[in-house]
């Protein structure tokens, strides 16, 4: 008889995020199902409000990247007011985008999803002389520079265990047989999971220097930004540059290092191998290196066909709400879209864990849409970057996959699999940080003859607008939208990376990629679903902000009703 099996909540991630599935008599995944259980509702709250103000609601949205939706909500507004930024502002608006990206992909590798790579307890009993010479394998000047540094790690770990109050490390499935790394590979990435702690406040730093603080920022305006004056300081430039040396350090030496070592210890681990079911991904035009010139161009590919990339068409995209907990007749396009909430619970059912309420499959089951691209469920994310960009022949990223390809020996199939989609990870924040600089130098040259930052923005009331933003975010392809009528917000839809990911079956039976992802896996142990959140922890889920919150039993401790009229 078939079990399921309940994660909720799932850990390491923004927002509250549910799996479910349900595995045969050999463990092996029938149906899979992805739920969000909390309501963000930010679409609601704008209604009427003024679009000047967009920009700082929306990057509420999330607590982690919230430079993405203040920026992406801002350009959504230029583009319905028909505002074209200054340059300046544009390379300050991308150079803050590298900030964060170098932040948030240094995060996600070691904090988020390390601990489903490096097994904690494996590492207290490594020989740190051992782990010295290992790490020399992955790079000519590791960051873990030599032994006493590693037993000093192992020294602090063994420490912080003995005082029973575990932290990150607790509750987690040490000793499953899917952990690969040895003892020493496991003390290196640990040593490096301690550093990032370090690195990436330095990162959050970048962002600060022009954006006026981190998380939320201050900066961005409709028609350019306010950081003149950073700009113009060459000791503020000079800070910028020497903060991002030192992270883009740490991610040459360590995190592409780690990504390289888990490559070869991963190698035929099932659930690293698999991941990637639905072959139709896309990405957007960003990080502007000169004007009209982006370090990712857009595109979309459908049914793993890389021979063939085409244009994103913006018409093709709508968002179906079958079995989301909202209510719409049909699938809808993002600027006629609605958000009203339609709540319909939770069924009780035997799990692996004895009796618990459950998704009703049949039914609506999450507070995530499904968008479409022309009918179609399509990922996003670093993997869909640089598989649209290594297809488009885009020649930085072409060699840095050949690259990574040629060191580790795997075949380009290997791109079409969760170690795949983690290592894209990698290679997009190190072309990132490499090439940013480009959009340095651009800004210094540009800003010798032209200080403007901004353009004042004219909304006449008289007139309707509509305008999308999109940009390529840590997670994927974001876009909002947005409609203003009588110099007001009409209608707003943020369609967000974990949107595309993360979204339930549709009205045609076509499941989104998580729930793709883990049909057909075989689990160790049901008990111990360590596969399920490997898998799921390489999309970086963010389900982002919600109304109402849960106590650590699962008990709710209050619900709020807001109204769909935003009145």
């Known amino acids: 008889m078939n079990q399921r099996v309940v994660i909720d909540p799932i850990t390491r991630i923004e927002g509250h995020l549910r799996i479910e599935v349900e595995v045969d008599e050999n463990n092996v995944i029938q149906k899979a199902w992805s739920a969000s259980t909390l309501w963000r509702g930010i679409e609601v709250i704008l209604k009427g409000r003024t679009p000047m103000d967009v920009g700082l609601i929306v990057q509420r949205i999330c607590g982690v990247c919230t430079y993405s939706h203040y920026r992406c909500g801002t350009e959504a507004v230029e583009d319905a007011l028909g505002i074209k930024i200054p340059l300046n502002a544009r390379y300050l608006r991308s150079l803050m985008h590298t900030s964060l990206f170098m932040h948030d992909h240094v995060v996600h590798f070691y904090h988020l999803h390390g601990l489903d790579w490096v097994d904690v307890v494996s590492a207290l009993s490594a020989d740190p002389v051992k782990a010295a010479q290992v790490a020399l394998q992955y790079t000519d000047k590791p960051i873990a520079a030599g032994e006493g540094e590693l037993r000093a790690v192992q020294e602090r770990v063994k420490g912080f265990v003995e005082t029973g109050k575990l932290g990150p490390f607790a509750n987690a499935y040490w000793g499953n047989g899917t952990y690969k790394f040895t003892p020493e590979q496991n003390l290196i990435a640990l040593s490096h999971y301690l550093k990032a702690l370090e690195v990436q406040r330095i990162a959050a730093e970048m962002l600060a220097i022009f954006g006026g603080k981190q998380p939320h920022p201050q900066s961005l305006v409709v028609g350019g930004v306010t950081s003149v004056r950073d700009m113009l300081s060459p000791a503020r430039l000079q800070e910028w540059k020497q903060k991002h040396d030192i992270v883009a350090d740490f991610i040459e030496r360590a995190y592409k290092a780690d990504v390289i070592m888990a490559a070869e210890a991963f190698g035929k681990e099932p659930s690293v191998l698999g991941g990637v079911k639905i072959h139709n991904f896309m990405a957007t035009n960003d990080f502007v290196t000169a004007d009209g010139e982006y370090i990712f161009q857009q595109g979309v590919i459908m049914n793993g066909d890389l021979s063939n990339v085409t244009d994103i068409n913006p018409n093709l995209i709508a968002e179906d709400v079958t079995h989301a907990w909202y209510k719409a007749d049909d699938a809808q396009h993002p600027y006629d879209g609605t958000t009203v909430p339609d709540y319909t619970g939770f069924v009780e059912r035997d799990t692996v864990y004895g009796k618990l309420p459950t998704v009703d499959g049949d039914n609506k089951y999450s507070w995530v849409k499904s968008p479409r691209y022309n009918g179609e469920p399509v990922e996003v994310g670093p993997l869909s970057c640089l598989l649209v960009n290594y297809a488009k022949g885009n020649q930085v990223v072409v060699d840095a996959v050949n690259g990574l390809l040629q060191r580790t020996g795997l075949p380009i199939e290997a791109l079409f699999t969760t170690l795949g989609r983690t290592a894209a990870r990698m290679l997009q924040t190190s072309i990132v940080a490499k090439e940013s600089m480009k959009t ?126 935003g009145l």
């Open 440 to 565: 340095f130098n651009a800004l210094l040259t540009n800003m010798l003859s032209d200080e403007s930052t901004y353009v004042q923005p004219v909304i006449d009331p008289n007139k309707e607008y509509r305008g999308v933003g999109m940009i390529e975010a840590p997670r994927g392809m974001l876009s909002h939208w947005i409609r203003i009528k009588g110099g007001l917000v009409e209608n707003y839809q943020a369609v967000v990376p974990t949107t595309w990911n993360a979204g339930p079956v549709d009205a045609n039976g076509k499941i989104g990629p998580y729930e793709a992802s883990l049909v057909g896996l075989k689990l160790e142990d049901p008990t111990k679903p360590l596969e399920v959140i490997r898998i799921i922890h390489s999309f970086d889920p963010c389900m982002a902000c919600a109304v109402h919150v849960m106590d650590y039993k699962g008990q709710s401790m209050g619900e709020f009703r807001v109204d769909p009229n």
